[in-house]
């Protein structure tokens, strides 16, 4: 019987750092991705005419409008839908 416990020891040890092990390098990959997925969110946004928001974050042709419990938009000069700044 203590044969067969001793065995049964070293095979649990073995999974859990085996487990240890593969958590490791998920947990790198993970990380790298996340790393890279941020740094690619980090670009510049401008306007559909190529040129950069003004300092509310509003391209030509847009007003910034207190849209009240909407808070503050873009919103076309002439007639269409309103979106938030561009940040």
């Known amino acids: 019987m203590k044969m067969k416990l001793n065995k049964l020891?070293?095979?649990?040890?073995?999974i859990c750092t085996l487990c240890f092990i593969l958590g490791i390098g998920i947990g790198y990959i993970m990380a790298l991705y996340?790393?890279?997925s941020a740094h690619r969110a980090?670009?510049?946004f401008?306007?559909?005419d190529g040129g950069a928001p003004d300092s509310n974050g509003c391209c030509s042709g847009e007003t910034y409008t207190d849209m009240g419990d909407l808070g503050f938009n873009c919103?076309?000069?002439?007639?269409?839908?309103?979106?938030?700044?561009?940040?």
């Open 46 to 48: 401008s306007c559909p």
């Open 9 to 14: 020891n070293w095979c649990v040890i073995s």
């Open 34 to 36: 996340a790393g890279n």
């Open 75 to 87: 919103c076309p000069d002439g007639d269409g839908d309103c979106y938030p700044p561009i940040k």
């Open 42 to 44: 980090d670009i510049e």
